[in-house]
């Protein structure tokens, strides 16, 4: 059974940061590319950061500004998002997802999603 979990999720006020980390299990992703959405109340699931699995190309939303740098460790089976300088916008569930093509993950047609862990930030 294939699984993403999620883990480092939090909360603190802004200006902090948060590591967060994802974990695959079920098969080898060396072949996907993963990343990272998020969904805050009310609002829809939104791509936020990803990475391919062979070039290391990354792409960002335009919201990360560069607080967020995406990587990949574990033999390609782990994703990471470090976030700096977090503020109350970034509040939301934050999910980890694979796809087979970099492309395919920003759109959100992804082949698999993890349940999600919460970040908060308060002002």
């Known amino acids: 059974q294939v699984q993403l979990v999620e883990s480092g999720g939090g909360s603190v006020q802004t200006g902090g940061s948060l590591r967060l980390s994802c974990t695959a299990s079920?098969?080898?992703?060396?072949?996907?590319?993963m990343g990272w959405f998020r969904q805050a109340p009310g609002e829809e699931r939104e791509f936020v950061a990803g990475?391919?699995?062979?070039?290391?190309?990354?792409y960002y939303a335009h919201f990360v500004k560069g607080r967020f740098t995406v990587s990949r460790g574990g033999f390609e089976n782990a994703v990471y998002l470090q976030m700096n300088s977090l503020e109350p916008e970034d509040t939301a569930v934050y999910y980890c997802?694979?796809?087979?093509?970099?492309?395919?993950?920003?759109?959100?047609?992804?082949?698999?999603w993890g349940q999600g862990t919460q970040v908060t930030v308060s002002s």
């Open positions: 997802a694979a796809a087979n093509t970099l492309d395919n993950l920003e759109i959100g047609n992804s082949n698999y």
């Open positions: 079920g098969r080898v992703f060396n072949n996907y590319a």
């Open positions: 990475i391919s699995s062979t070039t290391g190309t990354s």
